[in-house]
């Protein structure tokens, strides 16, 4: 019998890394809020601008177009606050699928595919 448990539900959430672990131990180890103008808020700063500047890196795009949002649902509602009119599928994490008055859902089959047809009459 296995005693190990097989972690499956990397959509809910992923197990973090060794290195990220340690990382943000040492981050969240002061009492600091980054916009706090004391020498620990200017040091919480400047991990937050590091990590900006990371991520901007590795996306090839400016630092100040990089915005870090407190989760998944946030980034979503953030995104899609900016159209009229969205179109996703009937799969579709609740945060898209409900963040939205005019959210259209496209079915999928079977396999998981969108089905075209529905998704043309919605485009047209």
């Known amino acids: 019998m296995r005693k190990t448990p097989i972690y499956l539900d990397n959509n809910a959430t992923t197990p ?3 290195g990220a672990v340690v990382a943000m131990n040492e ?3 002061p009492p600091a ?3 706090s103008v004391h020498s620990f808020g ?3 700063r400047l991990i937050v601008e590091k990590a900006r500047e990371a ?3 590795l996306a090839g795009c ?10 998944g649902t946030e980034a979503n509602n953030l995104v899609l606050a900016q159209y009229n ?10 945060s898209v699928r409900h963040a939205h008055d005019h959210c259209h859902q ?3 089959d079977h396999n998981g595919w969108r089905r075209a047809a529905f998704r043309n009459r919605l485009l047209a």
């Open 33 to 35: 809020n980054p916009s």
């Open 27 to 29: 981050a969240m180890g």
């Open 16 to 18: 973090l890394r060794a």
């Open 55 to 57: 991520v901007a890196m």
């Open 106 to 108: 496209i079915a999928v």
């Open 85 to 94: 009119h969205v179109i996703t599928s009937t799969i579709e994490h609740d």
């Open 62 to 71: 400016r630092s100040a177009d990089v915005v870090f949002t407190s989760g």
């Open 42 to 44: 200017r040091n919480a």
